[in-house]
């Protein structure tokens, strides 16, 4: 089915340690997002592309990292954990500048650091 | 800096009408949107105007735009207990439309 995968799911980790969340599309959408949610903050924007080889910081950008080789991939890597990072994250893919319509969400990554 | 400022709390008896309001703050947005979210998923588009536009209607939903204002509002008619979710407003901002600023979302309960 087309659409926004992220994964995994669900994810336990230690202060300090390091991870990357996975965000893969098959729309061929050229922009590409990373947001958290947390109770009372609604979505914040971390990091996105608007296309291969182009990332660029959003509201949130400290104590993680983006790249974008291709089209279709945006992972999201965690440096070293820690306890504010404990969050909701969601990926998001739009088609490009002038198209209609706005992002489609994937399912979301729901983090906890202990 | 760019905002999206909205209630958080909206209480509304089913069969009557949702009215979820929300100001921005970047004159210069192409594209304002509501979207929704349901218990333990992500976001749906439910719509989205123009900021060329005053009003879209798809059917039971209303958007109202006063851009003098930066005011945008989202009519619900009919409320239903499915309608029961938060929404949250948000611009598009940036030269390409390229960042999507959301507001903190509504959360939409439905009295019987």
């Known amino acids: 089915n087309a659409g926004v995968t992220q994964t995994p799911k669900f994810q336990v980790l230690k202060t300090g340690q390091s991870m990357t969340l996975q965000c893969a599309q098959d729309?061929?959408?050229?922009?590409m997002s990373w947001y958290r949610q947390d109770p009372g903050m609604g979505l914040r924007l971390i990091h996105y592309s608007v296309g291969a080889g182009i990332t660029d910081q959003g509201e949130v950008p400290n104590g993680y990292n983006v790249s974008r080789s291709t089209t279709e991939d945006f992972p999201l890597r965690l440096l070293s954990a820690a306890p504010s990072q404990t969050s909701v994250y969601f990926c998001a893919s739009r088609a490009r500048q002038g198209a209609v319509g706005g992002y489609t969400f994937g399912s979301g990554t729901r983090l906890t650091v202990v | 800096g760019e905002d999206v400022e909205q209630s958080l709390f909206l209480s509304v008896r089913e069969g009557d009408s949702s009215v979820i309001n929300c100001t921005y703050t970047?004159?210069?947005?192409?594209?304002l949107y509501w979207y929704k979210q349901e218990p333990g998923a992500g976001l749906q588009l439910l719509t989205y105007?123009?900021?060329?536009?005053d009003m879209k209607q798809d059917q039971r939903l209303t958007v109202l735009l006063n851009k003098k204002d930066k005011h945008l509002s989202l009519r619900i008619a009919d409320t239903q207990t499915g309608d029961s979710a938060i929404y949250f407003c948000?611009?598009?901002?940036?030269?390409?439309?390229?960042?999507?600023?959301f507001g903190k979302g509504t959360r939409l309960h439905i009295l019987p």
């Open positions: 729309m061929n959408h050229e922009y």
């Open positions: 970047d004159s210069s947005s192409t594209y």
């Open positions: 105007i123009f900021s060329n536009m």
């Open positions: 948000a611009e598009s901002i940036g030269n390409r439309d390229d960042k999507i600023i």
